[in-house]
């Protein structure tokens, strides 16, 4: 897949969300909405991971 603008990406992942949505609707724990918008991005060819750590500080403490 040729490299996306972030424009386009934006688009890609947002729709990806939305169909999410339609399909599953509200009310679910949040695992299953990860495992079916891991699902949906993988299925458009885009590089994704899931829950992959990320360094935070909060008021100067390492998170």
Do not use: C, W
């Not at 990406?9 to 990860?34: F, N, Q, R, T, W």
């Amino acid at each position: 897949m040729p490299e996306l603008s972030e424009n386009e990406l934006s688009e890609k992942i947002i729709g990806a969300a939305i169909e999410v949505h339609k399909e599953l609707g509200p009310g679910l724990l949040e695992s299953a909405y990860e495992a079916a918008l891991f699902f949906e991005l993988n299925s458009m060819d885009l590089m994704v991971q899931k829950q992959v750590p990320v360094e935070t500080i909060y008021k100067g403490h390492r998170l």
